[in-house]
C-alpha cells in the first residue's frame, strides 16, 4: 500500500484533518457492495465509490493512498475488555499457553525469578479443566514455586484465583470472608479481597503503561473502539478515570467506560456511559460460580447469586431516570432469569418503552432460554456475548460438558436465535479472559461448535462492528457510509466471499443477487486477515511495519 502527500502536511500528526482519497482496493461498505474506493474528510466518511468515480477526487485531495488491492473494512468494535488486566497479561505472567500443572508451576518459577524486585507477582489464564488430573496449584506449590513471595494468579474467567501464603498475610480478615477455601482457588468477597491487595501494589506508570500496551496491541489488529468493564471489584477509580484521561489525550482506539456500581450518580460523575459492565448478579461457569436453576455436573450446588430481581429493577429505575444505561453481568439461566424479571418490575414502573429506548446491556447471557431471550427482544436488551467462549470451552469435551452435562451445554451460547428474535448483538472478547482477536471471534460465532448456535459471516462481522456503536446509543457509526465517523481498518487477504456455515444460516444473506459485499473466508483452518492500517476519526492509529 502506498501514499502521496501534498508537501508540507505529516500524514501521521493526529491533529491535522487532511481530506484523503483511498483507491484500488476494496471498499466493506453498504453504500456500494462493489466498492474500491472510498474519500474521508475531517475524520468522516465523505463518499465511496468505483474505481472510475475516483478520478474525479484525486486532484482535489491531500492524500492519495493506493491500497493495492487492499480490502478495507469498518474498523472493529469489542465490546468487553479489562484495559488494564490485558495489558497486564501482555506484559506480564500469562498461563494461558500452560497445558498442565507442572507448566504452569514452572512458568510461574521463571517469572519469580525474572521480576526480583516486584512487589507482587501478578499472573493470568491458568485453567485446570483444561489439564491432565484437572487440579489447580495448591497454596503450598506456589508458595515454593515464588520463593514465598506474594502472588497473585487469576483463573482464565477471573472469577477465581490461586495465591500465595504472602498476599494472603496483606488481607486482614480474608479467612473469614466468603469465597475463602484453604485448598482450593478463592471465589466471591475472598478474591475481591486479594485482587484489591495485587492490584493495589501496582505503580500509576506501570498501571498506564499496560493500558498503553493494551490498546496499541488492539489498534494492530484492527481494532477502533473498546469498551471498557471496571467497577470497583475489578479495578478501582483511579484506573477507570486514568484510562478515560489516556484515551483521551493519545491516538488510539476509542475507549467507552462503564462503571458497574450501584451508586449511579458515581457513575455518572466518573465519566461512564453506564452504571453497567460486570455488575455481577452472579460469576463464571469455570469457577462454579455462575448461578444455575439446577445443580453442577460435577459440583453439588448451584453457584453464587449477587444480585436478585429487586435489585436488578432498583437500578434499571435510577438508571433510565439518570440517562446511564445499566447493565449486569449475567451467565447462569438463573442469573439470566433474576435480570429479566427485574426488567419486567422496572418496565411496570417505568413504562416498557422508556426501558426499551434507554438501551440496557447483558454482558456474556450464555445460559437463555426460549422465554428469556423473548424477553430480551421485549425490553431491547442489548445481548453483549463473547463468542470465543464457545470456541474455547463448547464440544463434546469442553468446560461446559464437564460442568453442565452435554445436555445443558448443548444450549449455551444461542447467538443464531437471539437474532431471529430481533436481540441486538454486540461481540466482545472480556479480554484478557480470551484473547483480543475480532476475526476469530467472527469466525467463532460463525461456525459455532453447536451448529444450530451459528450466524451468518456476515452477521457476525455486523456484531463486531456496527453491533459495538449501537450497544452505546449510535446507529450511524460501524459502518462505512457517507456521513459516518472514518474509523476504518486496511487487510491483507484471500479473496472475498459470502459465506454462511450451513445451508441453514441466512440464506438470503448468501445469495449473490443481493449486492452484499463479501468478506474473507473464515472457515476453520484459513488464514486469518492481517491488519496493515488502523484509523479511528480519520487519524492512523496503527500502521504495520511494512507500510
Known sequence: MSQSTAPGNDPQDPLNHRTVLLRGGDIHSPADPFATAMVVERGHVAWVGSEGAADSFAGGVDDVVDLEGALVTPAFTDAHVHTTATGLALTGLDLTGARSLADALVLVREHAAARPHDTVLLGHGW????????????????????????????????????????????????????????????????????????????????????????????????????????????????????????????????????WAERDVRRAKELGAAGAAGDLFVDGALGSHTACLHEPYTDASHTGTAYLDAAAVAAHVVECTEEGLQAGFHAIGDAAVASVVDGMRRAAEKLGAARVRAARHRVEHAEMLTPETIAAFAEFGLTASVQPAFDALWGGEDGMYVQRLGAERARTLNPYAALLRAG????????????????????????????????????????????????????????????????????????????????????RWSTDPRSGTPGLPDLSPGAELPVCLRTVVAGRPVFVGPDE
Do not use: K, M, N
Request: glycine share 10%; net charge negative.
Open 127 to 258: 485453567d485446570a479443566a483444561r489439564w491432565p488430573g484437572g487440579r489447580p496449584p495448591t497454596r503450598a506449590e506456589l508458595d515454593e514455586a515464588t520463593g514465598g513471595r506474594p502472588l497473585y494468579l487469576s483463573r482464565i474467567d477471573v472469577h477465581s484465583a490461586v495465591v500465595t501464603t504472602a498476599l494472603l498475610d496483606l488481607v486482614p480478615g480474608v479467612t473469614e470472608r466468603a469465597g475463602f477455601h484453604p485448598d482450593a482457588p478463592l471465589t466471591a468477597d475472598a478474591h475481591h479481597g486479594v485482587r484489591a491487595a495485587a492490584l493495589g501494589a501496582i505503580t500509576p506508570q506501570q498501571r498506564t503503561e499496560a493500558q498503553r500496551a493494551a490498546l496499541r496491541h488492539a489498534a494492530s489488529l484492527g481494532i477502533g473502539s473498546v469498551h471498557e468493564c471496571a467497577g470497583p471489584e475489578i479495578s478501582d477509580e483511579d484506573d477507570f478515570t486514568g484510562l478515560l484521561r489516556l484515551a483521551a489525550e493519545e491516538p488510539g482506539p476509542r475507549v467507552v467506560g462503564y
Open 423 to 506: 436481540v441486538p448483538l454486540a461481540f466482545g472478547s472480556d479480554s484478557p479472559v480470551t484473547p483480543l482477536g475480532p476475526w476469530g471471534t467472527v469466525r467463532a460465532a460463525a461456525f459455532h461448535r453447536t451448529p444450530e448456535h451459528r450466524v451468518s459471516v456476515r452477521a457476525a462481522f455486523t456484531a463486531h462492528t456496527r453491533g459495538g456503536w449501537r450497544a452505546v446509543g449510535r446507529d450511524d457509526a460501524g459502518v462505512l457510509v457517507p456521513g459516518a465517523p472514518a474509523d476504518y481498518a486496511v487487510w491483507r487477504t484471500s479473496d472475498l466471499v459470502v459465506q454462511a456455515p450451513d445451508d441453514r444460516v441466512a
